[in-house]
C-alpha cells in the first residue's frame, strides 16, 4: 500500500509538471525550429546555399556563418528572387517576405509577425507589461546585439501572429481574423459556416485557411 501511495504521489507530480512546462512553453521569434539548409534563388539566376531561419520580429531572413548568426543585408535582400527552406517559399513582395501557401486563381500567402512585451517586473520585481512591435523596445533589443539571439532576455516575451495577403480578381486583401475573411467572401457566408461546422478553421494553422478558401473557390 505504501509503494502504491508513493508511486501514485510521483504519477501526479510528474502530471503536474508536464502540463505546466506545456503551458508554459515559450514563443519563438523564429518561424522554423531550427536554422536548416536552404537556397537562395537570385535574380540574376545564380543560387547560394545557407543555413536559414525567418525571424518574425524583425521581419528578415538570419543564416548562421561560422557559428553566428547574420542578418540578411538590404542589398542582398534586393538581389533575391525566391528562398527555398524547409520545403518552403519565400518571395519579396511589397518590401516584405512572404511565404507562399497557394497558387491558381487566388494566390494566398503569409506574412510571419510577432509582437514584442516587454515586462519590467522581470528585472525590478515591479511594474508592469508594455506591447509594442517597433520603437525604443525593439530598438535597444537590435543595439545591444540580441535582435538575432536565439533566445531572448526574460523582460521580453514573444507574441507571434500570422497575416494573409490573398489576391482575389486582381485585388490584395490582408487579413489575421476568420471575420476579416469573410468580409471577402460576402456572397458565400452560408457556405462558409456549413464548412466550419465539419471542419475546423483557425487562423494560426495556415492549413486549415487553404482548405477552406479552397473549397470557397471551388
Excluded at 490573398?166 to 486583401?173: D, L
Amino acid at each position: 500500500m505504501k509503494i502504491n501511495h508513493i508511486l501514485k504521489y510521483t504519477l501526479i507530480v510528474f502530471v503536474f509538471n508536464l502540463g505546466f512546462s506545456q503551458n508554459n512553453k515559450k514563443e519563438s521569434h523564429y518561424v522554423l525550429p531550427d536554422f536548416v539548409e536552404g537556397r537562395i534563388l537570385m535574380k540574376d539566376g545564380t543560387e547560394l546555399t545557407r543555413a536559414l531561419n525567418y525571424n518574425s520580429l524583425s521581419e528578415n531572413f538570419a543564416f548562421k556563418d561560422d557559428g553566428k548568426i547574420l542578418a540578411m543585408s538590404e542589398s542582398d535582400i534586393s538581389r533575391i528572387d525566391t528562398i527555398y527552406v524547409a520545403n518552403r517559399k519565400f518571395f519579396r513582395k511589397d518590401n516584405v517576405f512572404l511565404e507562399l501557401l497557394k497558387t491558381s486563381s487566388t494566390p494566398l500567402y503569409l506574412e510571419h509577425k510577432c509582437n514584442l512585451e516587454s515586462s519590467t517586473a522581470a528585472s525590478g520585481g515591479y511594474g508592469g507589461t508594455s506591447q509594442t512591435t517597433s520603437g525604443r523596445t525593439v530598438t535597444s533589443i537590435e543595439n545591444r546585439g540580441n535582435f538575432y539571439e536565439i533566445d531572448l532576455p526574460e523582460i521580453y516575451k514573444i507574441k507571434p501572429y500570422k497575416q494573409y495577403w490573398i489576391i482575389k480578381e486582381g485585388t490584395t486583401t490582408i487579413f489575421k481574423t476568420l471575420g476579416q475573411l469573410k468580409k471577402l467572401y460576402q456572397d458565400k457566408k452560408k457556405q462558409i459556416k456549413i464548412y466550419r461546422k465539419t471542419n475546423k478553421v483557425d487562423v494560426k494553422t495556415p492549413s486549415s485557411v487553404v482548405k477552406l478558401i479552397e473549397h470557397l473557390e471551388a
